[in-house]
T-cell receptor
Framework: AQSVTQLGSHVSVSEGALVLLRCNYS??????LFWYVQYPNQGLQLLLK??????LVKGINGFEAEFKKSETSFHLTKPSAHMSDAAEYFC?????????????FGAGTRLAVHP | GAVVSQHPSRVICKSGTSVKIECRSL??????MFWYRQFPKQSLMLMAT?????????EQGVEKDKFLINHASLTLSTLTVTSAHPEDSSFYIC??????????FGQGTRLTVV
């Protein structure tokens, strides 16, 4: 069975500071990994995903994530936080041979950005 | 990216009434749509998978007679919460898959049952 663990339900950073949101997964096979962002009362927007190939994945809004198989991690980073980055972030995983009905979400991390 | 439109964004209904939520793929055909429920400060929980022209597949513990799903066309799926009660109050989100098997999410519907 697959699972996703997001360390830290709340992360607070200063504007301009590094953003690091942690995601660890468990999977019996190399998974597909995703990061989604959710703004209040809105649906999810895909930030980036890893399927195969380069392990450092760049996404929208300056975010990137690195797939580290040895650490079973897929942490999300951004060099400099903006106020507009304040939102809920979800890491998700699915088996490459499975469909999106098998997409497993983490519990989410709420990012706060203060001046 | 593709656009999935969900309507309404907010709805308040009286206990015992039914509420219908629509999910439309605006610029692509979606053979498969998904319905999720999200409790406050929690992650998304898949309720059901909706395939065009066939019955929805419900996840364990989801009452199919309470949460009626219809996927009548390649661009529209509806979720009807029947005989709603306050405990059905939640945030409901749909997603749809395009031909690249990429999933796109609607903006969600906040249902409040009073």
């Amino acid at each position: 069975a697959q699972s996703v663990t997001q360390l830290g339900s709340h992360v607070s950073v200063s504007e301009g500071a590094l953003v690091l949101l942690r995601c660890n997964y468990s999977s019996s096979v190399p998974p597909y990994l995703f990061w989604y962002v959710q703004y209040p009362n809105q649906g999810l927007q895909l930030l980036l995903k890893y399927t195969t190939g380069a392990t450092l994945v760049k996404g929208i809004n300056g975010f990137e994530a690195e797939f580290k198989k040895s650490e079973t991690s897929f942490h999300l980073t951004k060099p400099s936080a903006h106020m507009s980055d304040a939102a809920e972030y979800f890491c998700a995983v699915r088996n490459p041979s499975g469909g999106y009905n098998k997409l497993i979400f983490g519990a989410g991390t709420r990012l706060a950005v203060h001046p | 990216g593709a656009v999935v439109s969900q309507h309404p964004s907010r709805v308040i209904c009286k206990s015992g009434t039914s509420v219908k939520i629509e999910c439309r793929s605006l610029d692509f055909q979606a053979t498969t749509m998904f319905w999720y429920r999200q409790f406050p400060k929690q992650s998304l929980m898949l309720m059901a998978t909706s395939n065009e022209g066939s019955k929805a597949t419900y996840e364990q513990g989801v009452e199919k007679d309470k949460f009626l799903i219809n996927h009548a066309s390649l661009t529209l799926s509806t979720l009807t919460v029947t005989s709603a009660h306050p405990e059905d109050s939640s945030f409901y989100i749909c997603s749809a898959i395009d031909e690249r098997t990429e999933a796109f999410f609607g903006q969600g519907t906040r249902l409040t049952v009073v």
